[in-house]
C-alpha cells in the first residue's frame, strides 16, 4: 500500500479532489445572500402588539346639516367597507371664527351658523408599526382625518391621541402605555 501525499488541489483542480474551488466560492456566497435576506425578513419572534386607541378629532365650520349627522356609535368607512373604529362621542359647538375689529385688533368669536365638531373615535391599532392607524388612515396629531361614516363625511384634523390598553389585557381604563410620559405628550388636555 502506498500512502499518497494529500494534496490542497489535485491534476483536475479541485479541491482535496471534491470540488471545484470556483463552485465552492459561488456556493458559499449563495448560502451568505439566503442566510442574509433571512435574517432581514425572518418574523420577529413576538406578535405585533395591538392596542386599542381613541382619537379625538375636531372637524371645523362645518353646517349644522352634516355637523347633526355625526352620531355616536357610527362605525368608520374606509375603501368602501366597515372598519373596526367607532365614533364614541360627539360634541357640536358654534364654529370659532377670528375677526378683526376696526381698530386692528383680533377678536376670536362664534359663528352663529357653522359649528364644529369633536369626535372622540376608538379602534384597535398595531402599536408595534412606526405609524398608527385608525379607521384606514394614518393618525398623528395634527395631521389630517376624514371622519368617514355610512352617511356623513367630514374632513377634520387629529387633536389627541391617547392608547388606552394592549389587546388581549384584563381590566379596563388607561394600561402603564397609556400613562407613560411619551403617550401622555400626545393627549390634548383642551378636549
Do not use: C, H
Request: proline share 5%.
Amino acid at each position: 500500500m502506498r500512502l499518497e501525499k494529500l494534496r490542497l488541489l489535485d491534476d483536475k483542480g479541485k479541491l482535496f479532489g471534491l470540488v471545484n474551488p470556483f463552485d465552492l466560492a459561488v456556493l458559499l456566497l449563495v448560502i451568505a445572500v439566503a442566510a442574509g435576506v433571512y435574517w432581514k425578513l425572518r418574523p420577529g419572534g413576538k406578535a405585533p402588539g395591538v392596542a386599542e386607541v381613541e382619537v379625538t378629532v375636531v372637524a371645523p365650520f362645518v353646517r349644522p346639516a352634516a355637523a347633526a349627522a355625526v352620531k355616536a356609535g357610527d362605525r368608520l368607512v374606509a375603501s368602501g367597507s366597515f372598519t373596526d373604529a367607532r365614533i364614541v362621542d360627539v360634541r357640536v359647538e358654534p364654529g370659532l371664527i377670528a375677526t378683526t375689529r376696526a381698530d386692528g385688533t383680533r377678536l376670536l368669536t362664534r359663528d352663529p351658523y357653522k359649528k364644529d365638531v369633536y369626535a372622540t373615535i376608538r379602534g384597535k391599532t398595531a402599536i408595534s408599526e412606526p405609524d398608527l392607524r385608525l379607521g384606514g388612515q394614518e393618525v398623528r396629531i395634527g395631521k389630517e382625518f376624514y371622519l368617514k361614516t355610512q352617511t356623513v363625511e367630514l374632513k377634520g384634523e387629529v387633536t389627541g391621541i391617547r392608547i388606552l390598553k394592549e389587546a388581549g389585557e384584563n381590566g379596563s381604563g388607561d394600561n402603564a402605555a397609556g400613562n407613560a410620559p411619551e403617550n401622555k405628550a400626545q393627549e390634548n388636555g383642551g378636549n
